[in-house]
């Protein structure tokens, strides 16, 4: 079976992909991926190997001039194109279709993480680095001064939300990576030259827009 995007929260517990997080006045977007899922390690379908068209081409490059393209913005839930919901469909697809049909939707996932605005998720990152320091020094100041059970929940409430956010926004920061590295390992498993070829281009793209993604346990398995 292709592997699941799972929702998971900091403790590995699944929850809603729309969380009632949204609705307290966070611009965030509540799906999360879990960067501990497995990458894609077999595309195969049924050991049937569709022919590539001659005239099939897949970056999965830098060669778009992202001046001209509209910024994916994760804060807005009703335009936002999440890459990680392209990737489960291009798994499903190529699954049941073959990973040659799948290519598209593996495109559309590497677009949509490449107009993915990487400075302001560093931006937001360090916001929710500070709110989670103020919250811990928070939650340490009553404890010590005996804050009730209520407003110990709360803060811890608010530390999970915190929590949660700073893996929303990890996995923004890493999905031109983790959508290269995905499409990769389909065309890699699908056997012949053409696809191998581009696999390891989009691998070696991968790598080197971090290469510390090479110490990535489910990436070592799979590559």
């Not at 977007?29 to 501990?36: A, C, E, L, Y």
């Not at 996932?109 to 929710?128: E, P």
């Not at 409430?157 to 390992?185: C, G």
Request: proline share 5%; with cysteine; net charge negative.
């Amino acid at each position: 079976m292709a592997p699941h995007f799972e929702l998971v929260d900091p403790a590995g517990h699944n929850y809603d992909l729309q969380s009632d997080y949204a609705s307290n006045g966070n611009r965030l977007s509540q799906q999360v991926f879990d960067g501990r899922q497995p990458l894609w390690n077999d595309c195969t379908h049924g050991g049937h190997h569709q022919p590539v068209d001659a005239d099939f081409r897949y970056d999965g490059s830098f060669a778009r001039d992202g001046r001209f393209e509209r910024v994916n913005d994760y804060s807005d839930p009703r335009s936002f194109d999440n890459p990680y919901n392209h990737l489960q469909n291009a798994h499903q697809t190529a699954q049941n279709f073959g990973p040659r049909a799948a290519m598209p939707e593996y495109q559309a996932a590497i677009d949509a993480a490449d107009r993915i605005d990487q400075r302001q998720v560093s931006r937001d990152i360090q916001r929710n680095d500070r709110a989670l320091m103020q919250n811990e020094e928070t939650m340490d100041r009553a404890e010590r001064s005996g804050a009730s059970s209520r407003q110990m929940r709360e803060l811890e409430m608010q530390h999970l939300r915190l929590e949660k956010q700073q893996q929303f926004l990890d996995s923004m920061r890493m999905a031109p990576v983790y959508a290269r590295s995905n499409a990769a390992f389909c065309c890699i498993s699908r056997g012949d030259e053409p696809m191998f070829r581009m696999g390891e281009s989009l691998l070696n793209q991968a790598i080197n827009m971090d290469p510390d993604i090479e110490s990535n346990y489910y990436f070592n398995m799979h590559r």
